[in-house]
């Protein structure tokens, strides 16, 4: 007995650093990050005053992809978030937008729309979420899947669709209720909220950030990356003549929304992020001896961003004081994972354009397009060519969807008038270019825009004729601006990697986002999601 005692020592003495090696093989926690509308060129512009803990951090210490790019068209919140969880683009993950017609509904659905599920916690008109409208799975599926779903994934956020979308089918997602100023979630997740969540939503944190008022960071003065604080580009908020600081959120809360006002703060990034943590001391996130993933998304900046434009004080402020919430995050994750324990991946679903009328006022070519117009236009032109009826169905998202009931029940050949009317569109100012569905369908576009719309296209989905803007035109008012182009301004998206098993570099070869998935999969070992096209970025794989 003693010797074999003895033998059985020497055996488990032997295989520990063997072990200690496989444990060591995988992170601990994985925390993929998307910042809501933030161009590459965020990470430069504001850099002599972020601090050396944050995006510096991560730039400095980590793989950074300087030329990563969205590889499709419209550039979106709901198919961004799905494309970098996917590896996959809207032709096969099927998120072609926020929000798209359907046919069999004559109406509009919402990506993260679920008439099956209903709320828990929050208010019952914003519950009705799930990720059932994705048709692919996602990294954080394949994750759980790998783990025989011992795994956890939490996903996070204000937008619902930035929480459902990247927590996939599989894992958890919570999202800020503007009625109410609580994380809730649905009944596809819970029957009810955990305990945490309650205790979090107890402290009522909103509110408390909502009375404060938001003001520069620094003396105004020294804002030199931004136009003028008072200028005919901004929006400002209901009740205030200017789009100017100081901004009273206790006063402009009464007509801007309530407590869903903190979105268009900063301070809905530290929400956020307070949220995030309690998740991971919720959830015992990377303390449970397997590998968990927070899917976490600052929302703020998109709301920000369209109000007020890539040039403004507000954009400049927002982007300081997030960098000062990345730290907290970095530093909290040291302190309670470990250095070189965790993961990250940090990128954009999206950028965005400049303000239109800004640009103008430079006499840089630019514009908007007035939808209303066009959809008058075009249903002036199909009833005096084609008859009385109803034949546009939709103009939404630069697509026109046509009543294929009217037109088979006409006669009309569907491709002659598709064709017809593309050119008929490439009339007006500010339309560059006019596809065809039939094109999408039937041609292979390698190259250049076409190919971009095409792995936006879903053939079930998607729209009759699509349309390409000019550079710099927008579909919208005088002020603030929007995204959802193929040109570079919205498509360039910080692509970083840092911490567990990442080298120190950077690479301005160009990348996609849907590159990112396929790069966890390879470095975690575990199956690529199911649709997945992008591929692993081999200077952090093969290092």
């Known amino acids: 007995m ?11 003495f032997a295989i520990a650093p063997l072990l200690a090696q496989n444990n060591a093989k995988k992170p601990k926690l994985i925390v993929g990050i998307i910042v809501d509308q933030m161009r590459q060129e965020y990470l430069y512009r ?40 996917t590896g996959t683009t809207p032709a096969t993950h099927g998120i072609i937008s926020n929000s798209w017609y359907v046919r069999s509904l004559d109406g509009a659905l919402y990506c993260a729309e679920d008439s099956t599920v209903t709320a828990v916690g929050g208010t019952e008109g914003n519950g009705k979420i799930s990720p059932r409208n994705l048709l692919t799975t ?19 956020a204000i937008k619902d669709r930035g929480a459902s979308l990247p ?88 007509i801007n929304g309530g407590l869903g006002l903190i979105a268009s703060t900063p301070y809905g990034n530290t929400l956020t992020l307070d949220f995030a943590i309690a998740a991971i001391e919720g959830e015992n996130l990377g303390n449970r001896g397997e590998t968990d993933f927070l899917a976490l998304s600052f929302s703020s900046p998109d709301y920000i961003g369209h109000r007020f434009g890539p040039a403004s004080k507000e954009v400049e402020d927002n982007y300081l ?51 209303s117009y066009i959809n008058a236009q075009l249903k002036g032109y199909t009833q005096k060519i084609y008859g009385e009826g109803d034949w546009i169905k939709s103009l939404s998202n630069e697509q026109i969807f046509l009543n294929h009931e009217l037109i088979r029940e006409k006669g009309v050949n569907l491709r002659d008038m598709q064709e017809d009317l593309a050119n008929f ?39 009759d004729v699509l349309l390409i803007l000019e550079p710099g035109w927008l579909t919208g008012g005088a002020r603030g601006t929007s995204h959802g182009t193929g040109y570079s301004y919205d498509t360039n998206v910080p ?35 199911n649709g997945a096209t992008g591929q692993p970025i081999t200077e952090i794989t093969d290092k």
Do not use: C
């Open 321 to 371: 004081r997030l960098d000062l919430e990345f730290e907290r995050l970095l530093n909290y994750l040291d302190e309670k994972i470990g250095e070189g324990e965790y993961l990250i991946f940090f990128t954009a679903d999206h950028a965005v354009a400049e303000v239109a009328t800004h640009m103008i006022s430079e006499k840089i070519p630019a514009g908007n397009l007035n939808n």
């Open 138 to 156: 996602t990294i954080t599926d394949e994750l759980r899947y790998s783990s025989n779903k011992r795994s956890k994934v939490v996903g996070v």
């Open 46 to 85: 504001f850099a002599d005053r972020y601090k050396e803990g944050g995006f510096k951090r991560l730039m400095n210490d980590g793989f950074m992809m300087k030329n990563g790019h969205y590889n499709y068209i419209p550039t979106y919140t709901g198919p961004g978030h799905a494309s970098v969880y």
């Open 495 to 529: 692509m970083i990697f840092y911490g567990w098993n990442i080298p120190k570099g950077e690479s301005s070869r160009y990348a996609s986002i849907t590159d990112i998935a396929p790069t966890l999969s390879m470095m975690l070992d575990i199956k690529l999601p």
């Open 167 to 254: 927590a996939g089918h599989l894992g958890d997602a919570y999202w800020f209720d503007s009625n109410n100023g609580e994380f809730m979630t649905s009944t596809y997740y819970y029957d009810s909220l955990p305990s945490w969540v309650q205790n979090f939503n107890e402290k009522k944190v909103a509110e408390n950030y909502i009375s404060q008022t938001w003001n520069t960071l620094y003396p105004i003065e020294t804002y030199k990356q931004s136009i003028d604080d008072n200028n005919a580009f901004e929006s400002p908020f209901s009740g205030k003549d200017t789009p100017t600081f100081p901004y009273d959120l206790a006063t402009l809360k009464e």
């Open 2 to 12: 003693k010797k074999i005692g003895i033998l059985f020592f020497l055996v488990v």
């Open 425 to 463: 569109l490439l009339k007006f100012r500010g339309v560059k270019e006019a596809y065809t569905a039939y094109a999408m369908k039937n041609f292979e576009f390698t190259q250049g825009r076409a190919a971009k719309l095409q792995m936006g296209y879903n053939h079930k989905s998607s729209g």
